[in-house]
């Protein structure tokens, strides 16, 4: 079985400013971690990923999400946040089945 | 560029009939899954496919069903639609490697009246 949690439903931030996304799971079996993002009206699209390998992945975009085995996180982060980042953020965990948390709400305010 | 395509877009229908909502992809993906996205849920697994003539039911699979005739097409049909039922649904698919993301569809908005 796996699960995850992303406790903050939303997250306000002024911009240039930075910003951490929690995100923790569980997973019985080999973890595969992602972090998805969706844009208003759009479907969700791949962020970063970990697989295996270096605990610290990044984006194309600046954001990058360490994976924490003793605590079970994966927390996402930026150190400086723009407009345009506006967005849902999902944390998911898995493969071929994969299981997603609530998402976050990632308001960047002018 | 490969896509996936889900139609309609947006959809009104009343309770009790039979609603089927396309998706359709190009990636040549054997894995096609079928979410619902709610407030406060997040995306949830109704149904999903690992190939041809392969459905497997998700957590939320009570009054959906799916077929698989062919690698492009996941077709999810609500029997007999309630007004639970109104959401927005999202298809995608995978090649099914863990370096394979899930493609994502822009969303069907299905509303049950």
């Known amino acids: 079985a796996q699960s995850v949690t992303q406790l903050d439903s939303q997250v306000p931030v002024f911009e240039e400013a930075p910003v951490e996304l929690r995100c923790n799971y569980s997973s019985s079996v080999s973890v595969y971690l992602f972090w998805y993002v969706q844009y208003p009206n759009q479907g969700l699209q791949l962020l970063l990923k970990y697989l295996s390998g270096s605990t610290l992945v990044e984006s194309i975009n600046g954001f990058e999400a360490e994976f924490n085995k003793s605590q079970t996180s994966f927390h996402l982060r930026k150190p400086s946040v723009h407009i345009s980042d506006t967005a849902e953020y999902f944390c998911a965990v898995g493969y071929q089945k994969v299981t997603f948390g609530t998402g976050t709400k990632l308001q960047v305010i002018p | ?113």
């Open chain 2, 1 to 113: 560029d490969a896509e996936i395509t889900q139609s309609p877009r947006h959809k009104i229908t009343e309770t009790g009939r039979q609603v089927t909502l396309a998706c359709h992809q190009t990636w040549n993906h054997n894995n096609m899954f079928w979410y619902r996205q709610d407030l406060g849920h997040g995306l949830r697994l109704i149904h999903y496919s690992y190939g041809v003539q392969d459905t497997n039911k998700g957590e939320v699979s009570d009054g959906y069903s799916v077929s698989r005739s062919n690698t492009e097409d996941l077709p999810l049909t609500l029997e007999s639609a309630a007004s639970s039922q109104t959401s927005v649904y999202f298809c995608a698919s995978s090649a099914g490697q863990p370096n394979s993301p899930l493609h994502f569809g822009n969303g069907t908005r299905l509303t049950v009246t």
